[in-house]
Every structure is written in structure tokens, then in C-alpha cells.
């Protein structure tokens, strides 16, 4: 009889076991890329550019020398002030007008509100190439182009569809009871949305800003056009070390840890209420 019962708990403990070295081993494949780039960064250009590559090459500041500046180049700061900016301005915007749309999406839903949305994320169909004439050319006659908000207005009607989308999930999950009785008691809609939903969804909020913050700190493309030398972003700033001619492969890999540290400290920071946002609703 017990020979019989160990039998499936032996078996479960070796696919637990067999999942977990594939878990780790995915986790290694996907991490070798960025350790390559943070010891590249560390390198001489010279011996960045050796093929095979030498790992015991000698480490060197260099790269992070020339991305800052030192050698007489452009500092990197009003680029990454930009991008810090025009990510955060557009966050917050995201998060003022997703939370009430969320709120009539869900808790009190409004007449087929399947239909909006889908047509919310309908939006995310068109490719962004497609509407970047039409907006070079309203940027362009409105006196907007190199301007940093222009790029807070673009990056949150980008983000704020797949807000929404992800706040009406998290929303859903709000006890009605406790609206209702905040409700009886008197309170607005704003001093319900703000002390009442808010604090209960702050994990889902905060799964949500973090994504909306890095759309908006990795976007190339728009920044690329609609802008110049006052509003350049970091992405900008970055590919501008990306030459026909010379070694800067040391140079790119310093200024690409440099301009993800932002995104990386943001996610470490909001980690366990990205777990709880990313989880809400997974168990009944």
C-alpha cells in the first residue's frame, strides 16, 4: 500500500524537478544576452571586436567614458531628462483616464462593453509606421516638432488602449459591496475611485504603469522623426553611437546598460505588486 502511494509522489517530484531545471535553463538562455552586452560593455573597442571573442579581455571604463561625454561628445543627460519625462508625464496621464474608463468597463458596465473593448484595442491594429506622415505633417504646421510633449501626448493615446484593457480585468475584481457602501455613505466618484478602488487595485495599477512606462521608454520610432536635439530620447541618443565606420560596439553596449537601468530599477521596485497584478484574478 505504500509502495503504491510513494509511487505517483515519486513521479510528481520528478516532473517538478524536471520543470524546474527547464525553468531555469529558459531563464539562463534568456539572460546570457544581456550578460554578453553588461561584459562587452566592460571591454576596449579592440577587444569588442575580436571574433571568437576573449573573455579574458582586460576591463576597462572606456565605454562608459565616451557615453557620458569624456571624450568630447554629446552628454547623454538631456536625452535621458527627455525620456524620463515624456515616459512618466504619459504614465500619469494613462493612469487618470484609464481608471475611470476601466471603472464604467466593469464595475459599472456600460451597454456592450465587449464591443468597446475590442474596438480600445482595435486601435493597436495599425501599424505605427502608417500614421507617421499624418503626424510628422500636424506636428510639423502646428509648430510641434522637437517637442517633448507631443511625444507625452503620442505615447499616452498609445498606451492608454491596452490600459484600459488591462484595468477593466483588474477592476472586475473589486468587491461591489464596498463601492455600494461607500456609495450610502456619500462619496463622490472621484473620492471613490481615488480611496475606495484605487488602494484595492493598487497591484494591477502598478502592473500596468510599469508597462505603460516602458512602451514609452523604449519607443524609437516617433522620437526618431518628430524629433531633433531638444526633445531627443535616450533610444535616439543611443543609436546615434551606431556608425558605418569605426568600433563602437563597446560604446553601444555601455550606453544600452546605461539607458535600461531606468526600466530595470522600476521593475525591481514594483516587483511584488507586479506578481500580484500580473496573478489578480488567476484564482477564485
Not at 571591454?43 to 576573449?54: K, L, Q, R
Not at 473593448?117 to 505633417?137: D, E, H, I, N, R
Not at 471613490?192 to 512606462?213: D, E, H, M, Q, Y
Request: glycine content about 6%; proline content about 6%; aromatic content about 10%.
Amino acid at each position: 500500500m505504500s509502495s503504491t502511494t510513494a509511487t505517483p509522489a515519486r513521479r510528481s517530484g520528478r516532473s517538478g524537478l524536471g520543470l524546474g531545471l527547464v525553468a531555469w535553463l529558459a531563464g539562463i538562455v534568456f539572460f546570457l544576452p544581456i550578460a554578453w552586452m553588461v561584459l562587452t560593455s566592460f571591454h576596449s573597442e579592440a577587444d569588442a571586436a575580436t571574433n571568437p571573442p576573449s573573455f579574458a579581455a582586460p576591463l576597462t571604463l572606456d565605454g562608459y567614458r565616451e557615453f557620458f561625454g569624456a571624450a568630447g561628445g554629446a552628454s547623454p543627460w538631456p536625452a535621458l531628462i527627455n525620456s524620463t519625462v515624456a515616459s512618466l508625464a504619459s504614465t500619469l496621464l494613462v493612469l487618470v483616464l484609464a481608471l475611470p474608463a476601466a471603472y464604467a468597463l466593469s464595475i459599472r458596465p456600460v451597454k456592450k462593453w465587449t464591443d468597446v473593448l475590442f474596438f480600445f484595442l482595435s486601435t493597436k491594429m495599425l501599424p505605427a509606421v502608417a500614421g507617421l506622415l499624418p503626424l510628422y505633417l500636424f506636428a510639423r504646421n502646428a509648430g510641434l516638432l522637437d517637442n517633448i510633449w507631443l511625444l507625452v501626448v503620442l505615447y499616452t493615446s498609445m498606451n492608454l488602449p491596452i490600459a484600459v484593457w488591462m484595468m477593466q480585468s483588474f477592476l472586475a475584481e473589486v468587491p461591489v459591496a464596498v463601492i455600494e457602501a461607500a456609495r450610502v455613505d456619500g462619496a463622490p466618484l472621484a473620492v471613490i475611485l481615488a480611496r475606495v478602488v484605487a488602494p484595492i487595485a493598487l497591484p494591477g495599477i502598478a502592473a500596468t504603469s510599469l508597462i505603460c512606462f516602458i512602451f514609452s521608454w523604449n519607443e524609437l520610432l516617433f522620437a526618431r522623426v518628430l524629433t531633433g536635439v531638444v526633445a531627443e530620447t535616450a533610444p535616439v541618443f543611443l543609436t546615434g553611437f551606431i556608425t558605418s565606420q569605426g568600433l563602437f560596439l563597446a560604446k553601444v553596449c555601455a550606453a544600452s546598460l546605461v539607458v535600461s537601468l531606468p526600466v530595470l530599477a522600476a521593475g525591481f521596485a514594483a516587483q511584488d505588486k507586479l506578481v500580484q497584478g500580473l496573478s489578480l484574478g488567476a484564482v477564485k
